[in-house]
């Protein structure tokens, strides 16, 4: 207990890779919802996998979305940084229609997945996580930092990587 | 100078809330369920307090502070004694439908704090605090969940 408080003094550089800054905080919550759909999902299909089996094999799907995107956003290169784009787009693709599909057809789906309601069960983040997380992207390809990404920005910096983005 | 009086008097409510958390450990093996909805119910006031502080340091655009850490300390101690009552209840014979989903919670809970605070420590900004507020949250939440994974276990 030497210092009682941090040093009141403002933060104001830029963050320098997608984990940094705000993205700290997305890959904690991707990371948190990582862990929750796939660990959810093991004990759902080696307990009770006849019960609910679509939904079961959802839920172990986003898992692996958003392992993947926790990893691809912690890692940040510019090729980790296109498959997160592509993991996010699947998520924000998956949680739309299991949503929709939840809701017309609750026949299907007598246990809840993840995406279940476009995530009602998860306050709805799942369905605003992949929103934060596109931007949050989008922000990288548009405007490559010269600061230790200068290798990477050639190579990024085109219309290419913009256009990906829904 | 406002800041740290500020960060101090919430780390005082924090532990004030923290005081009766303890007790129900020595009821191990009798079913006081009145006792047993203590620490669940200061887990989540702790959890939100913490998360309503720590944003409000991200909101002043504050980087993470002693305070903060000793703070998510509490709130790990605390989900470590809700872990011991319930592997008590379990040690006593009782078990839940879902023991398995019950037994995974057990595991996870007590890496919430610690996992945020690395994390978060790691950040140089206000964004270090952000990840601690979401610690708090969940940690709030997880109390609800136990209670719907095995409703003996009362918020």
């Given at each position: 207990?030497?210092?009682?408080?941090?040093?009141?003094?403002?933060?104001?550089?830029?963050?320098?890779?997608?984990?940094?800054?705000?993205?700290?905080?997305?890959?904690?919550?991707?990371?948190?919802?990582?862990?929750?759909a796939?660990?959810?999902?093991?004990?759902q299909?080696?307990?009770?996998?006849?019960?609910?089996?679509?939904?079961?094999?959802l839920?172990?799907?986003?898992?692996?979305?958003?392992?993947?995107?926790?990893?691809?956003?912690?890692?940040?290169?510019?090729?980790?940084?296109?498959?997160?784009?592509?993991?996010?787009?699947?998520?924000?693709?998956?949680?739309?229609?299991?949503?929709t599909?939840?809701?017309?057809?609750?026949?299907?789906?007598?246990?809840?997945?993840?995406?279940?309601g476009?995530?009602?069960?998860?306050?709805?983040?799942?369905?605003?996580?992949?929103?934060?997380?596109?931007?949050?992207?989008?922000?990288?390809?548009?405007?490559?930092r010269t600061?230790?990404?200068?290798?990477?920005?050639?190579?990024?910096?085109?219309?290419?990587?913009?256009?990906?983005?829904? | 100078?406002?800041?740290?009086?500020?960060?101090l008097?919430?780390?005082?409510?924090?532990?004030?809330?923290?005081?009766?958390?303890?007790?129900?450990?020595?009821?191990?093996?009798?079913?006081?369920?009145?006792?047993?909805?203590?620490?669940?119910?200061?887990i989540?006031?702790a959890?939100?307090?913490l998360?309503g502080?720590?944003?409000?340091?991200?909101?002043?655009?504050?980087?993470?502070?002693?305070?903060?850490?000793?703070?998510?300390?509490?709130?790990?101690?605390?989900?470590?004694?809700?872990?011991?009552?319930?592997v008590?209840?379990?040690a006593?014979?009782?078990?839940?439908?879902?023991?398995?989903?019950?037994?995974?919670?057990?595991?996870?809970?007590?890496?919430?704090p610690?996992?945020?605070?690395?994390?978060?420590?790691?950040?140089?900004?206000?964004?270090?605090?952000?990840?601690?507020?979401v610690?708090?949250?969940?940690?709030?939440?997880?109390?609800?969940?136990?209670?719907?994974?095995?409703?003996?276990?009362?918020?």
């Open positions: 207990m030497s210092e009682p408080a941090a040093p009141p003094e403002r933060t104001a550089s830029q963050p320098d890779s997608t984990r940094t800054g705000p993205g700290r905080l997305l890959i904690a919550i991707y990371a948190l919802f990582a862990l929750a796939s660990a959810r999902a093991g004990v299909i080696a307990t009770k996998f006849g019960h609910a089996p679509v939904a079961y094999l839920s172990a799907f986003a898992g692996v979305v958003y392992i993947l995107a926790t990893v691809t956003l912690a890692v940040g290169s510019p090729a980790a940084r296109r498959i997160a784009v592509l993991s996010c787009s699947v998520e924000l693709a998956g949680v739309l229609a299991v949503g599909w939840s809701l017309a057809d609750p026949a299907t789906f007598p246990d809840a997945t993840v995406w279940s476009y995530g009602s069960g998860y306050g709805f983040v799942p369905l605003v996580l992949p929103v934060f997380g596109l931007l949050w992207l989008r922000r990288w390809t548009r405007r490559p600061r230790r990404t200068t290798t990477m920005s050639t190579e990024d910096a085109g219309e290419g990587g913009r256009r990906r983005n829904p | 100078m406002r800041a740290e009086r500020s960060d008097a919430c780390r005082d409510r924090l532990l004030k809330c923290a005081l009766p958390g303890p007790a129900p450990v020595t009821t191990k093996r009798s079913n006081v369920s009145s006792v047993n909805g203590a620490v669940p119910t200061t989540i006031v959890g939100l307090v998360a502080y720590a944003l409000l340091m991200t909101a002043r655009n504050r980087r993470m502070s002693v305070p903060l850490l000793a703070a998510v300390g509490v709130l790990e101690i605390l989900l470590l004694v809700q872990v011991g009552v319930i008590a209840r379990l006593g014979g009782e078990r839940p439908a879902g023991l398995a989903t019950l037994i995974g919670y057990l595991i996870a809970m007590p890496f919430i610690v996992a945020a605070a690395f994390w978060g420590l790691a950040e140089r900004s206000r964004w270090g605090p952000a990840v601690i507020a610690a708090g949250l969940v940690a709030a939440v997880l109390m609800v969940r136990l209670h719907q994974i095995w409703p003996v276990i009362h918020v």
